[in-house]
């Protein structure tokens, strides 16, 4: 089987997450899109993430019904910071029989050399590249191993829809309509 790997804090997760996601999928060869909720990205040293677990909650209710998306929650266990090649390199130990690709977007592709063992992602597994707002300046884009999708380019974040909530905004049609219930039910990000 074929597995893309979205890794992402998703603080919270939103329609360009999910629209990303679904494109690689209909868009490439991945048989599934797993989400990989981190608990904390090394390149960020934000300490007001909502909890991990809620995060992972919100990721669940986004992408139930969609069958070929799944939620893993791996990095949790695992020593912390956590990077990429180290979480791959478990998952591919784990399940043996899939192959696995990461999916970043093109303004990760640019600062890809700063990762761990980058050169080991691209070519062990493989990238497959959705547009952002940036224009791709690097060699990297010719890599054998890299893929760039035809997508629509997104400009939604996460610290937007954080700040509408933090302002008492209601970021409606941003995330999904059950993520928004249980964000306002529980108050997260006000």
Avoid: C
């Amino acid at each position: 089987m074929k597995i893309g790997l979205f890794f992402g804090s998703f603080d919270p997760i939103h329609i360009g997450h999910l629209i990303v996601a679904n494109m690689v999928y209909e868009m490439s060869v991945m048989d599934q899109i797993w989400f990989i909720v981190s608990p904390q990205n090394p390149f960020k040293k934000n300490k007001t993430l909502l909890d991990e677990f809620d995060r992972f909650d919100l990721v669940n209710l986004a992408i139930r019904g969609h069958y070929n998306f799944r939620s893993h929650d791996i990095e949790f266990n695992l020593p912390r910071p956590n990077y990429t090649i180290d979480t791959m390199t478990y998952i591919k130990s784990r399940y043996l029989d899939h192959d696995f690709k990461l999916i970043v977007g093109e303004d990760n592709l640019v600062q890809f050399k700063k990762w761990k063992n980058y050169q080991e992602i691209l070519n062990q597994y493989g990238i497959i590249i959705y547009p952002r707002k940036v224009n791709l300046e690097t060699p990297l884009i010719n890599h054998e191993n890299v893929e760039l999708i035809s997508a629509p380019r997104l400009d939604i974040s996460a610290s937007q829809i954080r700040q509408m909530l933090r302002e008492g905004k209601v970021p409606k049609y941003l995330v999904p309509e059950e993520v928004l219930k249980l964000i306002e039910l529980k108050k997260y990000y006000t």
